[in-house]
């Protein structure tokens, strides 16, 4: 029944998306699983693209499997009280082609619990250790993760009681501010905002969305802000285009190593694609950009 109820509420979420008031519009998140991904379905059809970059997206987390080397995926069916993990999705290389071929997953970053996924501990090398978190740790010289621990582990219940709203006010000399809001994410944890575009080269290409730093900390109950200026109006960028590239969609992920890359979203070159150190938790699409597929 809950799980019934959660994905209700998803469901009212998407057919009250959007709400246009002049040159403002106000765009309801919906929960993900991975780009363009819900549950291990694709959500959106992209179709001004054609196959297979019309489903592009991946999936980035799954269910735990402890005696596995990947995490199984997620279906519609999955229980609320799985617990999640990293996992890389083999059509990254369709959305990024040849990001797998050219740089294999770290088998460490895959089938992880998400909070157990590693983060750096010395400057020297890259190696990554599971920190305890601060209320079990030394006061003095122990390195933690910050509390509080709730929810441990982190369940796909969890997962979906995210929420987010985002306001956009275009101006006429084609910038724009937004305010982003979201809602009972994970505690305490780093999230960036990256915009997605398809661009005029046929390839896939992930901004950081209002410039880097585009991130935001989560407080103890999971609510964050991010507050930018754009040197463009993403309601036009999404139905319309600039120079031919299109914005597909904004999305907001949990990195679940505690660690921010700059102007890239992953260290894919270290072996560390999407899904094993970031994952997508919340989506937010355009009117007239995709075929909805989830209802």
Known sequence: MKQKILLLVCYLAATLQVANAGDSLTVIAENATGWNRLLGEVRYQWDFLTPPLDMSGMNTVGVHDPGGSEAIGLTPFSPLNEELASLVDPFLNVTFP???????????GRNVPLRDVGTWTTPLTNSRTTLPFQTGAAAVGGQSQAGPSNPDPITLGDWLQASGRMHIRCRNDGTARLWLRVRNLIPNRAYTVWAMWHLANGRNF?????????????????NGLLIRELNYCP?????????NNRLLS??????????????????TGS??????????????NFPGVGVRLID
């Open 235 to 243: 309601i036009d960028a999404a139905e319309q285009g600039i120079d």
């Open 98 to 108: 040849g990001s797998l071929t050219a740089f294999p997953p770290d088998p460490a």
């Open 271 to 284: 072996g560390f694609p999407p899904g094993s150190v970031l994952h997508v938790q919340l989506e937010w």
């Open 250 to 267: 904004i999305i907001t992920h949990l990195h679940s190593d505690h660690i921010l890359y700059g102007g890239v979203p992953v260290p």
């Open 206 to 222: 992930p901004q950081p969305f209002g410039g880097v730093p585009n991130a935001y900390i989560t407080d103890s109950r999971g």
